[in-house]
């Protein structure tokens, strides 16, 4: 087993300053008024996670997920998300250390870049990384909004 350590976003849909969320060892919960940034947090996961589907995570283009100022202010040059998850078990593998940082940085031109522990690495190095504590970015691991309609409203052959 892993578990998320924390999750830190910059410049990452409305966290336009870095903003670090430090998990516990038991259940979290994320509570917060209407458009305060819940669902993107949620989003930021699915991000650092290497999601290719910027639709799923309720943006129309990749520049979309970076923080655009709002009416007020300018905007951020790059959205970033790094991810921290418990390596204790060795679950990532006995040559990375006790903790395993994946992190995902967007440019407006819509171009990802990925590292892990600080290296660049490729988008497919991440998902064999994840693999190994059987995380898919696009598997069940993240039930998101929408996905449970889907599954109700199935023809039963599907
Ligand atoms: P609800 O309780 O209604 O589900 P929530 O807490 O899940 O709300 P989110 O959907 O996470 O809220 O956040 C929505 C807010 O994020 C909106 O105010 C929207 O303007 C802002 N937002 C989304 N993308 C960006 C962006 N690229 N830059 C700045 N703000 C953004
Ligand atoms: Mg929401």
Do not use: W
């Amino acid at each position: 087993m892993t578990r998320i350590n924390r999750l830190v976003m910059k410049g990452f849909k409305s966290f336009a300053n870095k903003t670090e969320l430090i998990f516990g060892d038991r259940f979290n919960c994320i509570l917060g008024p209407n458009g305060s940034g819940k669902s993107n947090v949620l989003d930021a996961l699915c991000f650092v996670l290497g999601k290719s589907s910027v639709k799923g995570m309720r943006a129309e283009k990749a520049a979309n997920l970076i923080y655009n100022g709002g009416k007020r202010k300018s905007g951020s040059k790059e959205g970033m998300v790094s991810i921290a998850f418990d390596n204790k078990s060795k679950i990532f593998g006995a040559d990375i250390g006790a903790e395993v940082e994946i992190t995902r940085i967007v440019r407006p031109s819509g171009q990802s870049i990925y590292k892990i522990n600080n290296k660049t690495r490729t988008r497919q190095q991440i998902l064999d990384l994840l693999s190994r504590a059987r995380i898919n970015p696009d598997g069940y691991n993240i039930i998101l909004q929408g996905d449970i309609i889907k599954f109700v409203e199935m023809h039963p052959v599907e």
